[in-house]
């Protein structure tokens, strides 16, 4: 047992510093992407102010089209507001009158369904007793087969753990190399990208002076 807590434990070490590895990597990336998207936005600056004067002259003309065209549609919504509250005031007595019809109409169906739920109602009880009864007799036999079975399954279960435990052994060991293997991949791919980092900044820099 102590064996295993002490595998467990390399294991734990190792996953840690990988993780921790990774982590430095992936924050390294993210400052190069920051530097490299700096530098564009200071270029693109530059050029959407040279396009801002033109812009403002074009707002103004497609404003002024703006207001004209929001006056005549005004004067249309006016008009098609008058037609549709009389029309709206028409459908509404009309469906009213229809609504009157159909609760009528539901009054009477349900009458005639709740006399015919209570008769089936009746013969469905019969019935589920008669399950009832069936069903304890299956459920009677299906608890004895299963109380056969538990006993097969942990004499089984027994075993296989007894197997288990000697694969788990094997497989630790060949986790921990793999782990250790992971650990100096990651140390080298960091120092790689702090190199891309370093050169990041200096482009951004050069930004800066233009």
Do not use: F, P
Not at 77 to 84: H, L, M, P
Not at 115 to 120: G, I, K, N, P
């Amino acid at each position: 047992q102590r064996e295993k807590l002490e595998r467990q434990q390399q294991v734990q070490m190792v996953q840690n510093r990988i993780e921790k590895l990774r982590q430095a990597e992936e924050l390294a990336k993210k400052k190069v992407e920051e530097t490299r998207k700096r530098a564009e936005q200071i270029r693109e600056a530059k050029i959407r102010n040279m396009q801002r004067q033109r812009e403002r002259e074009e707002r103004k003309k497609r404003e002024e089209e703006r207001l004209r065209l929001e006056a005549m549609r005004r004067r249309q919504e006016k008009a098609e507001r008058q037609a549709a509250v009389q029309q709206s005031r028409q459908r509404a007595l009309e469906e009213k009158r229809h609504e009157a019809n159909k609760a009528k109409q539901e009054r009477h169906e349900y009458k005639e369904k709740l006399a015919m739920s209570e008769t089936a109602a009746q013969g469905k009880v019969l019935s589920l007793r008669k399950a009832a009864v069936k069903e304890k007799k299956i459920h009677q036999k299906q608890a004895a087969i299963r109380v056969e079975q538990k006993e097969v399954a942990a004499m089984r279960n027994y075993q296989q753990k007894v197997k288990q435990t000697e694969i788990a052994k094997k497989k630790a060991s060949r986790k921990l190399r793999k782990l250790e293997d992971d650990e100096a991949e990651l140390i080298s791919r960091l120092r790689m990208t702090q190199e891309i980092q370093r050169d990041a900044y200096a482009q951004l820099q050069q930004a800066l002076e233009m």
